[in-house]
């Protein structure tokens, strides 16, 4: 991790902080020392007392303090060999997630709030901060021509005319005392039946799917935290492959502390690869046996499908292949097929691990999905999980008294899942269309750019490379891109943000209404442009001085 | 904590898994104690190396082993010496939150999940088991009249009327692309808003309330759970008195690693407690100070006014005297006030902390509100924080990815809270006469029973002591006429559940419809009857047999 160069005082601060830091760890370790011999001399004393609950709150005690020391990071460099690398609070939560250092970035102290409060605080913000630049400024073509177009979240908004008219349609209004009282934390029994057709239905399941193995909750990555709190202890991990939707990381690592463990897929392509980005078992079972040698403890394997923001879909011998790896290794295996109704490219077949006859491991294996993508209904906060293990269910189900959604608007879903002639008729037909249309419009234009990107059937995004406009090809400066974006009111996801180990990728959204891709594909040619003009000009100076 | 008796396979198969638990921490104290021998080493040698990140990783991996083994209690007590006194996986987290013992409690043991999911179900299915049983076998006069009658879970059923009516009116109803998308995760600032001017109006604040500062999440719950994850970390502990709330106790534990220490108030009456369960600064010093002395770290001092179950409306003294007492320890102070508008008694005057002019310590306040309780609508899932920190409410806002809920019920809460001409004139004078008759009704029988209770003027449920029914007067035995309620067909909520210190204690929610709530109070009548019934011929068994 490069780290910021700062001023002297700062930096002097900092090593008196490091100093400190190693004395009291020193300090730590010898009382933990001290208290582990009297705890084993108790243990061994053939007339041992019945409590000793005092002599293990002081052990437990010591051993957080040793924790947070270690954990800070600041012990673990001697602070007079190198003074000038110092590590700043926080920086152990950043470590974990990848996400980019340097000058963009603010750090998060405060005293008032807890260490997790401050690394959500610095987390969240930097992941959230373009989000709500984008709230407060939003580019309207009359009222706010001027605002934010953001195509950096992945949102559905081509079919917003549809779902708006179906949800207005009197069937969908009921208000019953069962729909306002406390409800089953599981989520109503009428969503999750409606929710096991649908899937069965949708995803080509051979068997029906049992409405008990279904788990409502509100959105996806309540579903997922969820999920690895029942199956992961803090400090375990799940594996997968990278780039990736980057919110679920930051719910996995700061709330359940359960680390993701990346895949690094990359662009190279060679005999092996012939696609750019491909996942393979191989580097799953590397960067398994890599964590695995680091003491990590891998208890899953998260597979998006199709994969957001890459768009691949996984052909039905991959998942195979995927689901034995999972198998062979005792991981439990987490597909996330919330794009499942987002493939527009006819010649694309989905295959959803519900559709395979014969699963390695059947009650290892669990489904995500949530109306946020398919329908474009992502303010509706649903997300549901189907697994084959009841106990699993009743597990998460369990936390549904903090992630559950109001009973009006599970009924709302509950008819619009139920609508299957309305969906297949009316809204996956004009949804399909006006996704291949708002992708073909896209990537004309970005080979207009001569922007090299992947093409691919499913989705909402493009992955785009813009490494060509960066120099030197680092993150620092894919973020500084990112910001010249954000100066033209044009919002990209930054690669590093989906946890890409090249600098230069970006996730853009296409499916926009056409006002805003078109004033969106405008506004990111005119800073590319900019950009394209000042590397000549900072050449231009270099040879000169030169 | 008293434990079951087994039988003497199941003793046996459990002293090996002591023996086996001692032999455990044994060698890992042993080499975790190695472990550190090395990490000193390393610290004190002049040419240190620049890397320890393996032997650290090691130590923290030892130290997690001795934390679990320490944690699962099996190796407090000799296993020769107490061969009969075994203890449950998972009996730690029982401890924690003083949850009853004994023969109606099943531990979860799944090597499916992790150890935190295994405590979930415990305590979860604990929990929500009678809830469960009532939501798959609910009352209804004509078509289910033999099924679960539930005084137990506070609701306020009296004025589904009255919000079906208003929450069905034509002005709720919008669909709009701002409530299908991504919302700012701390709620809709149109929500916000109405928060805002909703608590400055109803809590009687001299200065207009920041939307700013208001946080909107899917349950008074969540509010809590996301205020104590950034407030604490893992380990640090909220003061609260009990009898209190019980789900709040679940959250806080079970997901946020956040222990609640209860102050303990009881039934006895003396010069000083003039009024049983009565709270006084002096017993949340001890506690604070008993907490301080085993190492807890305490962060906060939750209250809760109007409180649930006692239904004590604090006066404006005393809650000057408690917020003295947090700004004097440095504590934050959360009050819950889900209960501000169900003060039905006219003779008593609520005090939102909101209202007071001379906060002791400002930006360390913290009010959580909720509709669920007041206006009866627990199914919309909706919890609000005001806090007068804009840091706090920016933390525990950037959880809200996780705990949103959705824009449709945002609007509708919107709408309903804006309503002041139906809330003054129509809805809070139906409320309070509804409460005051469900409340007289239920307390005349209460009296003709002869069962002593706490006559108070606001919340949903009466706390009633039926401790002449128990003998012995045990927390098992209350668990065992719990039982013979749900024998009856009839659900109480055990004072254990709500952490009180003596047995015998039941909350009675009395703001139920008249036909359940005659019925159920006529199961409770025969349920005693019948307990009675036992005791009596207990007793001249036990007679005859001397």
């Given at each position: 991790m490069s780290l910021p160069s700062g001023d002297p005082s700062m930096v002097r601060g900092q090593e008196l902080r490091v100093w400190s830091a190693y004395t009291q760890l020193l300090e730590s370790l010898l009382q933990l020392e001290k208290a582990i011999k009297d705890r084993v001399d108790l243990l061994i004393?053939?007339?041992?007392?019945?409590?000793?609950e005092e002599q293990d709150t002081n052990l437990g005690r010591l051993m957080r303090r040793v924790t947070t020391l270690l954990q800070?990071?600041?012990?673990?460099?001697p602070p007079a060999a190198s003074p000038h690398t110092p590590r700043a609070v926080g920086a152990h939560a950043q470590d974990q997630l990848q996400h980019p250092p340097g000058p963009l970035r603010v750090t998060y102290v405060s005293s008032e709030l807890s260490n997790r409060g401050n690394d959500i605080m610095t987390l969240l913000n930097f992941s959230f901060q373009d989000f709500m630049s984008f709230l407060g400024d939003k580019f309207h073509?009359?009222?706010?021509?001027?605002g934010f177009i953001n195509?950096?979240?992945?949102?559905?908004?081509?079919?917003s005319d549809l779902v708006t008219k179906r949800l207005s349609q009197k069937d969908m209004d009921l208000i019953e005392d069962t729909l306002l009282q406390y409800p089953d934390r599981r989520g109503h029994p009428f969503l999750r039946k409606e929710v096991a057709w649908f899937l069965t239905h949708y995803c080509n399941s051979h068997a029906p799917l049992d409405p008990e193995n279904v788990v409502v909750l509100n959105g996806s990555s309540a579903v997922f935290s969820a999920l690895v709190t029942v199956l992961c202890d803090p400090g375990e991990a799940i594996l997968t492959p990278t780039p990736f939707y980057g919110p679920f990381a930051l719910t996995a690592s700061l709330y359940t502390k359960v680390h993701l463990i990346p895949v690094h897929l990359d662009s190279e392509v060679s005999e092996e690869n012939p696609r750019p980005f491909q996942l393979t078992v191989d580097k799953l079972e590397q960067a398994l046996w890599d964590a695995q040698l680091k003491g990590k403890k891998v208890k899953g394997f998260l597979l998006i499908n199709p994969q957001n923001p890459l768009g691949d879909v996984y052909s039905r011998d991959s998942l195979q292949e995927f689901l034995e790896f999972a198998k062979r290794n005792n991981l439990h295996m987490i597909v996330d097929?919330?794009?499942?109704?987002?493939?527009?490219?006819?010649s694309v077949t989905f295959h959803s691990?519900?559709?395979?006859?014969?699963?390695?491991d059947l009650s290892r294996t669990h489904v995500i999905w949530s109306t946020s993508k398919d329908f474009g209904i992502?303010?509706?906060?649903f997300g549901a999980l189907y697994t084959h293990s009841k106990e699993l269910a009743a597990a998460v189900g369990s936390l549904g008294f903090l992630h559950g959604l109001s009973g009006i608007t599970q009924y709302k879903l509950s008819r619009l899942l139920q609508d299957r002639e309305w969906i297949n008729r009316v809204f996956l037909p004009t949804s399909h269309n006006r996704l291949q249309a708002a992708h073909k419009y896209t990537t004309i234009c970005l080979q207009g750019l001569g922007i090299p990107f992947l093409k691919r059937g499913?989705?909402?995004s493009i992955w785009i490379n813009?490494?060509?406009?960066?120099?030197?090809?680092?993150f620092d400066q894919e973020l500084c891109l990112h910001r010249r974006f954000l100066d033209h009111k044009v919002i990209l996801c930054p690669g590093k943000a989906c946890m890409?180990?090249?600098?230069g990728w970006f996730c853009l959204v296409f499916a926009e209404k056409l006002p805003q891709l078109e004033q969106g594909l405008f506004r990111l040619q005119q800073a590319l442009l900019e950009q394209e003009q000042e590397l000549t000009e900072r050449l231009v100076a270099n040879t000169m001085r030169e």
């Open positions: 004393q053939p007339q041992r007392p019945v409590s000793t800070s990071g600041e012990t673990s460099r073509k009359d009222e706010n021509p001027l195509l950096g979240v992945c949102e559905n908004k081509l079919c097929e919330r794009y499942l109704l987002s493939v527009f490219d006819e691990v519900l559709s395979l006859r014969r699963l390695p992502a303010g509706f906060r499913s989705g909402l813009l490494r060509k406009y960066l120099n030197p090809c680092t890409c180990s090249e600098p």
